[in-house]
Structures are given as C-alpha cells and as structure tokens.
Antibody, heavy 116, light 112 residues
Framework: QVQLKESGPGLVQPTQTLSLTCTVS????????VSWVQQPPGKGLEWMGR???????YYNSALKSRLSISRDTSKSQVFLKMNSLKTEDTAIYYC??????????WGQGVMVTVSS | DIVMTQGVLPNPVPSGESASITCRSS???????????LNWFLQRPGQSPQLLTY???TRASGVSDRFSGSGSGTYFTLKISRVRAEDAGVYYC?????????FGSGTKLEIK
C-alpha cells in the first residue's frame, strides 16, 4: 500500500540547515509528484515546494532562496533541505504524494524545533 | 499569489445536522482543460490532513458520500450531511491551479 514517512532531526539550531527525508513505498517517484507542507504549532498549512515526477522542482517564493528539494529514485526517497533556519521554522513537516494536484496520501509528519 | 479565504462555522453543530464550509479564491481556479483545481482536506486533532475532494467535486477514494464539494470558479462550498463526531476537526481548502499552491486558513468544525 502507499506509504510516506518523514525522518530527520527533532531539534536544529538557528542559522543551521534542516535536512529531512521522505521515504515512500507503494508507488514510484517517476510516476507521481511529491510535495512538502509545513505546519507551525497551532497554525495552518503552507505548501513549501514540489518535485515533479520528471524531476523538475517548484518552490514557494517565500522560501525559494532557502529551500532545496531533491530525490533518489533508486531509494524511493525525497529530500528537503532548508538553510538559515529561524525560530519561526519550528513546525511539523509533511511530505505528501501529489497526484497532479490531489494530495492523496500524507506522511505522519515530523516535528522540528528550531532553538538554541 | 492566489489568496484563499475560508468562512467560519457557527459552532458547535448538532450531530445529525448539515454543515457547509465556504472558500473563496482571489482568482478563478478553472484551468483550460475545464477542470476546477480546488481540494478540500480534513485535519483531525493530532493527525495528518486527509484529502476529501479534488477537482472541486470529485470525492477521494474511501470518502463518505456525506461529503460533497461544489462551486463556481472562485466560490466553493464543502457540504457535510448528517454530521458525526468523527467529522470534527479543521477543514482546509487548497488551490492547485497555479504556483505557489496555497491553502486557506482553515475552518474549525465542532460537533455537539
């Protein structure tokens, strides 16, 4: 069955770089897009960016200068890297299967706290 | 960027009643293929969001027919018939018509 699972450090220091991995199963990264979504505690959802099935990437302009999304199709993994972290980046980070716009499967999310 | 504006519900909603959640976009979400690129999600407390409908009115796999999406190019409604306790949570609309993809701020549904 389709599954996505995020992994990464729970705590990152300000100004450092966040690295998250989304490991997927039950579908191919060359057939579906994957998006990352950010949710600060108690707040709403914000789309961060997408890596398409063809490997092209698109980013939220508000994060574009700090964000990079890549993948390793042989390992069924998608990677998110965000630099120059701020305390405001404290959030749950979700990866989601993005079937041409319908975000039909989501990971459980990973909580990341930015603090010294 | 396309701004998504969601309405507020008169909470709590009695179990068994209907509830309608509204969402307005700052630009038409109709694409040249004729589809309207609007999603609805439910996020229950402590859980990941769950897709309810896409293309404005197509229910996602396994979603109850108590949920129905409708609307025009810029004004959308998610109707929940015969609400149950399990429908409680925050509902989000999302446009996937153009980048950046944007969500509404969410509408909370409480059940009495």
């Amino acid at each position: 069955q389709v599954q996505l699972k995020e992994s990464g450090p729970g705590l990152v220091q300000p100004t450092q770089t966040l690295s998250l991995t989304c490991t997927v199963s039950g579908f191919s990264l060359t057939s579906y897009h994957v998006s990352w979504v950010q949710q600060p505690p108690g707040k709403g959802l914000e789309w961060m960016g997408r890596i398409r099935s063809d490997g092209d990437t698109y980013y939220n302009s508000a994060l574009k200068s700090r964000l990079s999304i890549s993948r390793d199709t042989s390992k069924s993994q998608v990677f998110l890297k965000m630099n120059s972290l701020k305390t405001e980046d404290t959030a749950i980070y979700y990866c989601t299967r993005d079937a041409a716009g319908s975000f039909d499967y989501w990971g459980q999310g990973v909580m990341v706290t930015v603090s010294s | 960027d396309i701004v998504m504006t969601q309405g507020v519900l008169p909470n709590p909603v009695p179990s068994g009643e209907s509830a309608s959640i509204t969402c307005r976009s700052s630009k038409s979400l109709v694409y040249k293929d004729g589809k309207t690129y609007l999603n609805w999600f439910l996020q229950r407390p402590g859980q990941s969001p769950q897709l309810l409908t896409y293309w404005m009115s197509t229910r996602a796999s396994g979603v109850s027919d108590r949920f129905s999406g409708s609307g025009s190019g810029t004004y959308f409604t998610l109707k929940i018939s015969r609400v149950r306790a399990e429908d409680a949570g925050v509902y989000y609309c999302q446009q996937v018509r153009e980048y950046p993809l944007t969500f509404g701020s969410g509408t909370k549904l409480e059940i009495k």
